[in-house]
């Protein structure tokens, strides 16, 4: 017999899934999904042979390793320095520009599990500090200036972080599940990972 430790989801009827819709930000559950992502990454690949972990799927394309490289350099540089830059400066001050590969310097001849254990402090440090800022829903709507965009606002920004997250999670899934897109045989089919 299974044991819910939890109510059932409120769209669920029958057991039919129905289409997932659009939601509104809320910082919580926000916060909740963005303290995971560093246990889910350290369970997921710890300990894996570097053919798990170094493969990437081509040129400017990110391996599982450098994946966690380009996360602790966004928790160094982009997430909340962006945020106290909409808190202390408004649009007055435009955001740094974020350079998506400047981990491969930062990240050489360190270990995957060095790479782990870092991303997990700054992440608990960055969440922290988030939190002691009490941001509500009238902060949420401030707004900064990105250098591609323009105006988005704080809430804009930590949606982003959360999806930028979960993309890498998925991106990471995509790349090592093509190291068997030839085992896979004729269930190739069946698996649009592979096709992606």
Not at 135 to 140: F, H, I, P, T, V
Not at 159 to 186: F, N
Request: charged residues 25%.
């Amino acid at each position: 017999m299974v044991v819910l430790d939890r109510e059932p989801l409120p769209n669920m009827s029958l057991g039919i899934l129905q289409p997932m819709s659009a939601t509104t930000f809320e910082l919580e559950q926000a916060m909740t999904v963005l303290s995971r992502t560093p246990a889910v990454l350290d369970d997921w690949l710890r300990g894996l042979p570097a053919q798990w972990t170094d493969c990437n799927e081509g040129p400017e394309t990110f391996s599982p390793f450098e994946v966690v490289g380009h996360l602790i350099h966004g928790e160094r540089t982009d997430w909340m320095s962006r945020v106290q830059r909409i808190l202390e400066d408004g649009e007055q001050r435009e955001f740094e520009a974020f350079d998506r590969f400047a981990h491969r310097q930062a990240c050489g001849g360190k270990r995957l599990d060095q790479l782990l254990d870092e991303f997990s402090k700054l992440r608990g440090v960055n969440l922290t500090h988030l939190r002691v800022l009490g941001l509500d829903s009238k902060r949420l709507s401030l707004r900064g200036r990105h250098p591609t965009f323009g105006s988005v606002t704080l809430r804009q920004l930590l949606s982003t972080w959360v999806v930028h997250d979960l993309g890498h999670i998925g991106q990471i899934a995509r790349v090592m599940s093509k190291r068997y897109s030839e085992e896979v045989g004729p269930w190739r089919e069946f698996l649009p990972v592979l096709r992606r």
